[in-house]
């Protein structure tokens, strides 16, 4: 088992891309939400994928559980997806020894740009990088079960 802090924030400007040193198609779905618990797959670049689950109802920690997964078998479970299915691309940053993981959105959420930093400790503000926009760590909306199962934030719209 893993604990995680982790924080969100939208994306302001583009001077994180001068930065990127990897990127990652993703498609994510659910399987299962609930209050403080989310099953979800996620497909990596189309030849890699892990069962996720995820519990408690802090904004900023929660316990997370993650297992590979035979791609042929998350390829057939996306028959059981709830919701829509999240496309994403995934890019990874740097920034004073931290990786960000911008994620820029496609298809319905077209539009949505959404960094998160996932740290076993909490990062001050004051280390945090420029473009990072407004923080939304704790506003369901923007976290990837509610994008999934839920409506589309106006930011997004």
Do not use: C
Not at 60 to 82: G, S
Not at 133 to 148: D, H
């Amino acid at each position: 088992m893993g604990k995680e802090v982790e924080r969100k924030f939208l994306v302001s400007g583009t001077a994180w891309r001068d930065l990127v040193e990897a990127d990652i198609r993703i498609l994510q779905f659910y399987l299962a939400a609930a209050p403080g618990r989310t099953v979800r797959i996620r497909i990596s670049d189309g030849a890699s994928a892990k069962l996720t689950l995820k519990f408690g109802i802090g904004a900023r920690e929660r316990d997370e559980f993650e297992y590979p997964v035979p791609l042929a078998d998350a390829v057939e479970m996306l028959a059981f997806a709830l919701g829509r299915v999240i496309e994403k691309t995934r890019h990874h940053v740097r920034h004073r020894g931290h990786l960000y993981e911008v994620d820029v959105f496609g298809g319905a959420l077209a539009g949505l740009v959404v960094a998160e930093l996932e740290t076993p400790e909490d990062v001050p503000d004051e280390m945090l990088p420029e473009w990072l926009g407004r923080e939304v760590t704790g506003e369901q909306k923007f976290y990837n079960a509610s994008l999934a199962l839920g409506g589309i934030p106006e930011i997004a719209a």
